[in-house]
């Protein structure tokens, strides 16, 4: 079973930049699509991004509201995903959490396919 862990959360103003890092354990690295999902205050978790999908490892997926600010990579010696979050605005601020799944053409919504690292918090502030 993968282990996750999360860093690199804080607090930045509107339009900084910061760039959250994911170490996978346990597990068979490049086999894995990984994840980015958030949850803000008061919300439902939802997706963000991903890197691993149908067939490769480096098919990229963003959700609308972060496409063309945030791009995610892997270093799979280092066994690591990474977000970087450019251009932060208030509706950013959430809990990001890492996500692994198997490679596969499912429903890469479907939270209930995934291991989960611990969360890490990101705030923008305005």
């Known amino acids: 079973q993968v282990q996750l862990v999360e860093s690199g959360g804080g607090l930045v103003q509107t339009g900084e930049s910061l760039r959250l890092s994911c170490t996978a354990s346990?597990?068979?690295?490049?086999?894995?699509?990984m994840a980015w999902f958030r949850q803000p205050p008061g919300k439902e978790r939802e997706f963000v991004s991903l890197?691993?999908?149908?067939?490769?490892?480096?098919?990229?997926i963003y959700s609308v509201a972060v496409k063309y600010r945030f791009t995610i990579s892997r270093d799979d010696a280092k066994s690591t995903v990474y977000l970087q979050m450019n251009d932060l605005k208030p509706e950013d601020t959430a809990v990001y959490y890492c996500?692994?799944?198997?490679?596969?053409?499912?429903?890469?919504?479907?939270?209930?396919?995934?291991?989960w690292g611990q969360g890490t918090q990101v705030t923008a502030s305005s």
């Open positions: 346990g597990g068979s690295f490049s086999t894995y699509g």
């Open positions: 890197l691993g999908w149908c067939g490769s490892s480096t098919n990229a």
């Open positions: 996500a692994a799944r198997p490679i596969d053409c499912g429903d890469y919504r479907d939270q209930g396919q995934y291991t």
